[in-house]
């Protein structure tokens, strides 16, 4: 049995560390913060509400059933998941409103009540975005992206024209669909995969699938419930859990790690998983002899959105809201160049508002109402307080001309978070909220790689590094990391024995 560390609980270091300890191993996990989940950690205020401050659309069930499934659990043991009807909302310029129904064939009707011929050509689409899917999320996502050798599979290369690894995203939607409603809700899923649509792979067209096929589902609890499951099902597999813990140094000898600082203690391990920034375990943790990348590197990369977030607790119910809504009622192209071509506040933002007790009664006191506002924006901006409150004005008072009322005088709870929170939290490189963009130049093996190529027994899972940003494939990096250092121990030992 080896002594392994764990560096972060959010979803990769919780998943790396379950299959660790699964496997027979002594596990650590290590987290700077008081809570486990990272991003997906939770707010409990005085005042009885409880905010998810980070993921709120719960995509892929598939991946989160298979990551339970390898430990004997189903979904349904740990925690209730609802599938929201509408799936969710979308605000057009002009106030004008579309419900995007959770039953493809009331979407169907929809799309062909928008513009003729579409639902032919959705279901077209969709054929298309379901192979991606299968092919993507049973296989692609599940390779470590170490060598290309890991791609010269006969069937994957037959099918590489149809995932349209090359292809743009932003065309692939155009060839089906020219209504603006219709683009729009197409290409709103790859806002938050970190590149503007034209940028974007059209194999990412899978996230539509994801979305509008598979559904839009709620854990009861909110993402929390989510956490409290993989803590507990780590902890069945013998993991330990150190809160208020950051990692001071990793410790090296000759090419390998030897343990790592915490608690201004040195203490022994066989290998390590950095689930925490990946940057900031190189920059801060590590000599500079043993990173990968140096910081020329990550200033090259394109990095996903930050977003400036909102918590507020409303007095009264505001029954004209669903659980997800996106306010697409400016211009989606000036709003992405603002954020990856030309950083800067956004002129005219999108923004999206969830309220998660208009399904969820437990997440805010009874008669009151739970809302989560967040807007996109580019990494590395300054977000004074006086800023913050000029871009929360704007939104709130998109949000009243929607529901028709004003629900200012309303807020007894409110609390605002950006790209400052995300550094001092998370270590997050430029306060970046969802990890390193999808573009072509850093996809699979072109993406900081799961290995530090200098010492061999330490690894790096999370959203820096395959498959990418999302929760499901931050589930699906902690098991990549955990194989990786399984191979590496199980390496060792031969040597040993020989």
Request: with cysteine; aromatic share 12%; net charge neutral.
């Amino acid at each position: 049995m080896s002594k392994i560390a764990v560096i972060g609980a959010g979803f990769s270091g919780l998943s790396a560390a379950a299959y660790l300890g699964a496997a027979g191993h002594e596990v650590h996990v290590f987290e700077k913060n008081s809570t486990a989940g990272g991003r997906a950690r939770q707010l409990h205020t005085q005042e009885g509400y409880t905010f998810d401050m980070g993921p709120s659309w719960y995509w892929m069930p598939d991946v989160f059933e298979k990551f339970f499934g390898d430990f004997g659990f189903n979904v349904s043991d740990l925690y209730q998941l609802d599938l929201l009807d509408p799936s969710f909302e979308v605000v057009f310029p002009r106030n004008e409103k579309m419900s995007i129904p959770e039953n493809y064939g009331e979407l169907r009707k929809l799309f062909e009540e928008t513009e003729s011929g579409s639902a032919a050509k959705l279901d077209k689409f969709m054929e298309e975005a379901q192979y991606k899917y299968e092919q993507g999320m049973e296989r692609l996502v599940y390779m470590p992206g170490i060598s290309i050798g890991e791609f010269m599979d006969i069937d994957l290369i037959k099918g590489a024209l149809r995932l349209q690894v090359f292809s743009s995203f932003s065309k692939h939607v155009r060839k089906y669909f020219s209504n603006p409603k219709l683009i729009s809700l197409m290409e709103f899923p790859v806002l938050f995969l970190g590149a503007m649509p034209q940028d974007t792979p059209a194999l990412y067209s899978l996230m539509n699938y994801a979305g509008l096929k598979l559904g839009t589902w709620y854990p009861q609890g909110g993402f929390g419930s989510v956490i409290t499951a993989m803590v507990n099902v780590a902890k069945k597999q013998g993991v330990s859990l150190h809160y208020d813990a950051p990692v001071q140094e990793i410790l090296t000898s000759g090419k390998s790690i030897r343990g790592i600082k915490v608690y201004n203690e040195e203490i022994s391990f066989d290998a390590v998983v950095a689930a925490a920034d990946y940057q900031h375990v190189e920059e801060k943790l590590l000599p500079q002899e043993f990173r990968n990348y140096g910081g020329k590197f990550w200033e090259k990369k394109t990095f996903a959105p930050s977003s400036l977030i909102y918590y507020l607790g409303i007095s009264e119910r505001i029954p004209e809201l669903e659980h997800h809504t996106l306010f697409f009622d400016e211009d989606l192209f000036d709003h992405s160049v603002e954020i990856y071509k030309k950083p800067q506040w956004p002129k005219k933002p999108l923004f999206y508002v969830c309220c998660p007790s208009s399904t969820d009664a437990s997440v805010a006191p009874a008669g009151h109402e739970n809302l989560f506002l967040l807007m996109p924006l580019a990494p590395g901006l300054k977000d004074e307080e006086a800023t913050r409150e000029k871009f929360f004005k704007i939104m709130i008072k998109r949000l009243e001309k929607q529901i028709g009322r004003s629900i200012s005088h309303k807020i007894d709870y409110k609390k605002s978070y950006c790209v400052s929170d995300f550094i001092s939290d998370y270590n997050s490189y430029k306060g970046n909220a969802y990890g390193l963009a999808n573009t072509l130049q850093q996809t699979a093996i072109l993406k900081p790689s799961i290995r530090n190529r200098k010492l061999k027994n330490l690894f790096y899972a999370g959203q820096l590094t395959v498959p990418g940003p999302g929760v499901p494939p931050s589930l699906i990096s902690g098991k990549i990391a955990a194989e990786q250092v399984l191979k590496e121990l199980k390496k060792k030992k031969y040597e040993v024995t020989v």
